[in-house]
DNA sequence: GTCGTTGCAAAGCGTTTGCAGCCTA
DNA sequence: TAGGCTGCAAACGCTTTGCAACGAC
């Protein structure tokens, strides 16, 4: 039986307020401001059967830890700033990956990471 | 002054050799097989300076340590087996991923990982 | 002989696990 | 009260680093 606590309640409220993927460091220092003794254990506990729950999913990132989101509900990809490295969704896709493919090959899935600056950063920089 | 050793020439010859990717692991056993008392610290350092050098570049993937190439010539993705996780190089890229952006935000790289079956697994698993 | 490179072992870093105590149901 | 959950500390896997010995020049 699965048991509602503090530490589990907390993170699982700060993953669906905040409104991208967060890392797990993040989670950390924001559930800390709530609960004073939690440990980091707890957080990868709390996230790993949110997961297993399908609450949350991880978004696995290119040489980076994983950052975690509310389960998606639609297919969507990911934009990383390259400035001040925060991960946003991009709720669309590109169609026409399987033409890449050499010949004999089978796509199943397919990850795309876009890298650049976010409005804000570009917004920031004019300034 | 960089000095020429048996072990970086290993090393550098597995890369060139191999037609894909290769991780730290792969190369270190590969090269263990002609330099019997290779440690894992030799592989690592020489692979960051040949990358130093420009002579190999790192492949990063989303949740796995990074693997090994010797360096592009053009721009292009990679393809991860589900079946037996070898990477292959994909030559081609797609063009619309500009409008996938949200306004404001610019592009500046990109990366596309393909997955699935590749064509030897194909091949296996209709025999 | 100099000093860049090596192998070993120890240290890092992010993540996981063992365990006694806590707290929800 | 039972047993899932927590915090702590130790263990983990991959990678990096310190250091004395080695070997290319």
New interface residues.
Partial sequence: MIRVTQQGNVIRGILEKSGRPLSPQEIYGMARRKISGLGIATVYRNLKSLQADGLIA?V????QP?RWEVAPQNHH?H?LC?SCDKL?E?P???E??RQ????????????????????AC??KSNS
């Fill in positions: 991880a696995e990132l290119p040489g994983p990809h934009f390259n946003y991009i669309a896709c590109t026409d990956l890449l493919l050499p010949e004999g090959y089978i796509l199943q899935e397919h990850d795309i990471l876009l890298r650049g600056k976010c409005a570009v917004a």
